[in-house]
């Protein structure tokens, strides 16, 4: 099955990042987790998830709460900048970022590097693998829209947090689960999470 990296920042919605994870072990996927500092915060904000701990407890937690074992769920702190995902060398089969700070888009389309989740990223262009951003913001700048086009244009997938409306949403899981299926259907995972159109 896949090996995919996952990051999650510091913009609202950390929700589909959790719900991303849990979709992509259900369908028997392997997650490489990495979470920037601004991440957690909204993170604890929104999910009342607190990973304000060492990086070793913070592993354990998500493993209970996701129950699954570290063989499919690895977590990598942000500052581990020596972490497997930092080299080319380590394959995977692609990235996402959900959701996606125009703080780490900015980064990424200027090649920063300044933490894991920005090298992780840096290395999946260079090594001309699938980046899928699910950035949130609004509204956007001019800057921020300059830095996504460079990325689109470079073959980054943006599929930003915008659900339809046909699908008659009943709950704001509806919302998170229409979003998550558009990102899986662009990494070609099977899922059941939106109605679609026929
Ligand atoms: C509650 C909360 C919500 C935020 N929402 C957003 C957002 O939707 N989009 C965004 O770009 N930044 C948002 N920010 C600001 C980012 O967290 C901030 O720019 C941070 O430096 C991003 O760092 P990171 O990219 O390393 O996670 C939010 C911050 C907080 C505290």
Redesign the pocket.
């Known amino acids: 099955m896949g090996k995919y990296i996952i990051g999650i920042?510091?913009?609202?919605g950390s929700i589909y990042g959790m719900r991303l994870i849990e979709e992509c072990l259900k369908a028997g996927h392997e997650v490489l987790l990495t979470i920037?500092?601004?991440?957690k915060?909204?993170m604890k904000?929104e999910v009342d998830l607190d990973l304000d701990m060492s990086p070793d407890k913070v592993e354990e937690k998500l493993l209970k709460y996701f129950k699954v074992s570290r063989d499919v769920l690895k977590y990598y702190d942000i500052d581990y900048i020596s972490g497997a995902i930092a080299s080319g060398s380590f394959r995977t089969d692609g990235m996402i970022i959900a959701p996606c700070?125009?703080?780490?888009v900015s980064a990424i389309a200027h090649g920063s590097s300044n933490n894991l989740l920005e090298r992780a990223a840096d290395v999946i262009l260079k090594e001309g693998r699938p980046m899928l951003l699910v950035p949130?913001?609004t509204p956007l700048s001019v800057v921020h829209l300059e830095n996504l086009l460079k990325l689109a244009r470079i073959g980054v997938k943006i599929v930003p947090p915008m659900p339809s409306f046909y699908t008659h949403p009943e709950s704001i899981d509806d919302i998170v689960n229409n979003t998550i299926g558009r990102i899986l259907d662009q990494i070609n995972i099977d899922h059941n999470l939106c109605k679609r159109w026929s």
């Open positions: 920042t510091g913009a609202s920037t500092k601004s991440g915060i909204v904000e700070s125009m703080s780490t949130r913001e």
